[in-house]
């Protein structure tokens, strides 16, 4: 996930930075294009980054937390009954490596396939900012000559370029958009139920363990 924010962010100051190099005279109506492909992006990478941040404590930590009070109740009757206790150490050991690695292919399966999502928006982050990049090369470029014939022939070209880049630009945005809209909520989604259903399941077997326990300690008060 943090690969997902650190690749929103770069883009944002990436693009921000073609922006800002672009000559003060650049027409004001493909500026004006380009700043708004700015903004989009600086928007998206803060709410990615809000979500993200909520996302982790309710996908990774609670589950922890629900496991861990388990185990805390389950070693609390330890000091009533170390036998009692002592006598359910195995079964304790396998539910704990058993929910362990449950939690643990949890986070493989959202890292891979927030691998894919991070793939997707690299290669939209590189048709932005290196085609950012290239067209205001091209516009200094035409600048640079003296002969008007020349420069003409050179902006002609550059406006195409300029109409191919923000078409494309476009179709990387909603790529982007996308990604940060639907398909990391989805990862969340996906990840959330698979921790929480670890956790659930183990958390179930805990209290069976301390259900034994329980009766293991009033048989002994019976003798």
Do not use: W
């Amino acid at each position: 996930m943090k690969l997902i924010i650190s690749s929103v962010v770069c883009l944002c100051l990436c693009l921000a930075s073609v922006g800002h190099a672009q000559p003060a005279s650049m027409p004001a109506a493909l500026d004006a294009q380009l700043l708004t492909i700015v903004d989009e992006m600086t928007q998206i990478g803060e709410n990615a980054a809000k979500v993200l941040i909520h996302q982790y404590e309710e996908i990774v930590v609670e589950p922890h937390e629900q496991l861990d009070q388990a185990v805390e109740q389950v070693e609390s009757r330890r000091v009533e009954s170390p036998d009692c206790v002592a006598e359910q150490d195995a079964q304790i050991n396998s539910v704990l490596d058993a929910a362990h690695q449950e939690l643990h292919e949890c986070g493989l399966s959202a890292a891979r396939e927030s691998a894919e999502i991070v793939s997707d928006v690299n290669a939209a982050t590189q048709q932005l900012v290196f085609g950012g990049y290239s067209l205001g090369r091209t516009y200094n470029k035409c600048q640079s000559y003296k002969n008007v014939v020349l420069r003409q022939s050179c902006m002609a070209k550059f406006y195409v370029q300029a109409t191919v880049y923000l078409v494309s630009a476009r179709s990387s945005l909603k790529t982007i958009t996308q990604s940060t809209n639907e398909r990391i909520p989805a990862v969340l989604t996906h990840s959330n139920s698979c921790t929480h259903d670890a956790s659930g399941k183990a958390v179930g077997a805990l209290e069976a363990v301390t259900g034994d326990i329980d009766v293991c300690i009033a048989k002994a008060g019976r003798r």
